[in-house]
């Protein structure tokens, strides 16, 4: 049960209750715990939409010297602007924005994730949120194409 536990936090980044909770209630299904672990922290993601964004970071990208991003990526302190976490989003979104040249915030969030297009931006937002408990939204990017 241990490794099962401390493989759960590997993947998810959950805390240690959090994941023995969702090992239990799973009843030892490793993806259905994944899942509910997940599941509750989007629902954490959404109670902190609210709440200020007065730290953040500029991310830059610039691919095969043709186009280039910068994306202006916000959150509630400094420790988490500088956080990994944090800092690989910022790529991510800046990747993103490169490949799929979104007209506006709104447009980026709903796009189907690059890498994962199972998912949306907004829900891999949501993850990193559930992750380091605080608010992350995008506050504006430009995108440049030659």
């Known amino acids: 049960m ?3 536990i401390q493989r759960l936090r590997e993947v998810t980044g959950a805390g240690v209750m959090e994941c023995k909770r969702a090992w239990e209630e799973s009843r030892g299904d490793f993806d259905r715990a994944v899942a509910l672990i997940r599941e509750r ?6 109670k902190k939409g609210e709440r200020e964004t007065g730290a953040g970071a500029i991310e830059s990208f610039v691919h095969n010297e043709r186009v ?3 994306v202006e990526l916000r959150c ?4 988490v ?3 990994e976490e944090f800092k690989t989003l910022a790529h991510e979104i800046a990747m993103q924005i ?4 979104p007209g506006n915030v709104k447009e980026l969030v709903v796009q189907p994730y690059i890498k994962d297009e199972s998912q949306t931006v907004e829900s891999l937002m949501k993850e ?8 992350i939204r995008v506050e504006r990017f430009c995108r440049y194409e030659l």
């Open 98 to 101: 490169a490949a799929m040249a």
């Open 128 to 135: 990193v949120i559930a992750k380091v408990g605080e608010n």
């Open 41 to 46: 922290g989007m629902v954490k993601a959404e």
């Open 68 to 70: 280039g991003v910068l």
């Open 2 to 4: 241990r490794t099962s």
């Open 76 to 79: 509630e302190t400094d420790f």
């Open 81 to 83: 602007a500088r956080s």
